[in-house]
């Protein structure tokens, strides 16, 4: 499985942008997906996950009411919409994708990432 991530920008504090997550090679088979971003000197974190049909959805405490996850898997695209954005939010942000249906916060639990998406946030 091969994924791109898209959408990222300069914004200013309060913006809204939606990134989107494509992914293509061998799709045909279940698999969770999620967000990911890293800011500069900071380790990985998690941000948000979506279920295989879209039903189950959790998100890291600093994103939550603010960041929403969805998935169109017609297309074989994730997204995350974000909005209120704040300084503290950028970052390169990444999407993943497991076969492993119990995949959520864990880094290791996704074998499929994408390069990447600046993010940036002005004050």
């Known amino acids: 499985v091969q994924l791109q991530a898209s959408g990222g920008g300069l914004v200013q504090a309060g913006s809204s942008l939606r990134l989107s997550c494509a992914a293509s090679?061998?799709?045909?088979?279940?698999?969770?997906m999620g967000w990911f971003r890293q800011a500069p000197g900071k380790e990985r974190e998690f941000v948000a996950t979506?279920?295989?049909?879209?039903?189950?959805?959790y998100y890291a405490d600093s994103v939550k009411g603010r960041f929403t996850i969805s998935r169109d898997n017609a297309k074989n695209t994730e997204y995350l919409q974000m909005n209120s954005l704040k300084p503290e939010d950028t970052a390169v942000y990444y999407c993943?994708?497991?076969?492993?249906?119990?995949?959520?916060?864990?880094?290791?639990?996704?074998?499929?990432w994408g390069l990447g998406t600046q993010v940036t946030v002005s004050s």
């Open positions: 993943a994708a497991s076969r492993y249906a119990g995949a959520y916060r864990r880094g290791e639990d996704y074998a499929y």
């Open positions: 090679g061998r799709t045909n088979s279940p698999y969770v």
């Open positions: 979506i279920s295989w049909n879209g039903g189950t959805t």
